[in-house]
């Protein structure tokens, strides 16, 4: 049997290394010149890591990467709004890790053989038959795979009527500063905008900011030093020790909710199918349960079978998701001051059953 799929990131890659150790031939076609992966720090909670436990993975990151969940948020004036029991999650869920994306790319390569990766294809169509147009030519397979983002060539070659990715109304900034003692990981919320940060193994910071732009806008770091001078400590020094060359900046999109995620050989996966906004840091995540469980329901079930259980179990929990993590950020892009100066007052007097809402569905999840 044999399975091609469309993107190379890490939702593809471990698709490709699920569908790998189960005895598939795979072909992973990236438009991309070489197998890695642009970008900077990347969370993965308790169900990611238990969907690479499948793969004889989790452990390798345990081992490289422990770190804490988010400690809670804080007002751009320092005091906090949301605190978490980090001790108490890792108790009830498991282990956090964070890692560069380029690294968890890198792994995922190295438990695939050398030819099954293809760089350097641009994917023209895929049709539901399991052939794939490309510009080397053509490919076919028992199973086609589309896991190539938010714009998605095979979601478009499927569904061609469909909605595309809604923006959701806010630009997103990542970047890694040198190392520097910080206290963990922390987000900060001010009017329309907001500031996170969380240490990496090696002692670098990986920082997130995200503010309400029209979509397109494009501001580099001075821009960022300027609009988050007056917040707490220590954003102004984090902003100010970074290297413009290291800044990344993409606007942020969520996709509407499809009718489903399979259509006759061939299925979706990742940002194809579910892109979501990064809230909850859980676009990674569900794409490695994605992965895991489609390589699992196709190969015990058969093509059909399989697609249709993968098509079932996956798409109302990622579309549950996805409603979750927009929830979620909302509060942080108001920019009305008597409604956030409501927020700010309201939130620290929450019960922990209120958040627990969003959390508890997304990390207990398991293969």
Known sequence: MKVIIVGGGIGGLTAAVAFHQRGWQVEVLERAPAFTEVGAGLSIQPNGLRALDVLGLGDTLRAGGQAEPLAGVRHASGSWLIRNDTADLKRRFGQWVIVHRADLVALLCSALPGEAL???????????DGTVAHSGGASTADLVVGADGVRSVTRRSL?????????????????IVAPRPIEGSVETWGEGQRFGHQPMPDGSVYCYLMANAPASSRHGLDHLRERFAGWHDPIPALLADADPETVLQHDTYELPGLPSYVQGRAALLGDAAHAMAPNLGQ???????????????VDTRGVRAGLAEYDRVRRPRTQKIVR???????????????????????LP???????????????????
């Not at 676009?283 to 329901?297: P, R, W």
């Not at 007097?349 to 293969?367: G, K, M, N």
């Open 283 to 297: 676009g990674a995540c569900q794409a490695l349960e994605d992965a895991v469980t489609l390589a699992a329901a």
């Open 159 to 175: 569904w061609p009527r469909l909605r595309g990715p809604r923006y959701v109304g806010y630009t997103t900034w990542r970047l």
């Open 118 to 128: 293809r760089a350097g294809v641009d994917v023209r169509h895929v049709g539901p």
């Open 349 to 367: 007097r929450l019960p922990d059953a209120f958040f627990e809402r969003s959390i508890v569905p997304t990390y207990t999840w398991t293969p």
């Open 324 to 346: 979750l993590s927009r929830q979620a950020g909302a509060p942080a892009h108001w920019t009305s001051g008597p409604l956030t100066a409501l927020r700010d007052l309201a």
